[in-house]
């Protein structure tokens, strides 16, 4: 069977709205700025992505679940089910595919309750505060440990 080169993208509630209010915590792109950064980014290494939004929890269980034999690895932001959910962490883990988690805004500098995060600890890497950049360093972490089977400096 050919190797599966395809990477889920998830972005969870509210995420659609982006580009539309807010801008000076998530800045003036669009949904699909994001899921077009992402795709450029996979698409340079030959790959490819599935993009999935949605603002209900069980819709991106089902998401997560769905990447088993589907998806090599997930890029993640569940907005704010990251600081609520622990139905995707176990998701997650239960898939046990790559997982980047990605966060537009640099959640450290906000809120308290923005800063526990149930799904840091499933995840191989976390990238916040780069903006929508994230989702594309997201992706080429992704790659690089799909590909070598190692990414990053000394990461376990
Ligand atoms: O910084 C991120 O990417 C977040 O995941 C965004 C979530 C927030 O709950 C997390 O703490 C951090 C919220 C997404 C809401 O997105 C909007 C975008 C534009 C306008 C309104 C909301």
């Not at 988690?101 to 923005?114: D, K, L, W």
Request: with cysteine; proline share 3%; hydrophobic share 45%.
């Amino acid at each position: 069977m050919p190797k599966t080169t395809t990477l889920l993208i998830i972005n969870g509630p509210n995420l659609n709205l982006l580009g539309t209010r807010e801008p000076a915590t998530y800045g003036t792109a669009t949904l699909t700025d994001v899921e077009a950064v992402a795709a450029d980014a996979a698409g340079s290494h030959g790959w490819t992505v599935n993009c999935f939004q949605s603002n209900h929890e069980g819709e991106l269980v089902d998401a997560i679940q769905a990447a088993t034999g589907t998806a090599d690895g997930i890029v993640i932001n569940a907005g704010a089910y990251t600081h609520t959910s622990i139905a995707l962490r176990d998701a997650l883990t239960a898939v046990g595919l790559p997982v980047v988690e990605v966060h537009i805004s640099n959640v450290h500098r906000r809120e308290e309750f923005r800063q526990h995060s149930y799904l840091s600890a499933v995840a191989d890497a976390v990238i916040v505060g780069a903006g929508i950049s994230g989702y594309r360093f997201a992706v080429d972490f992704l790659i690089e440990k799909l590909s070598s089977g190692s990414a990053g400096y000394a990461a376990p």
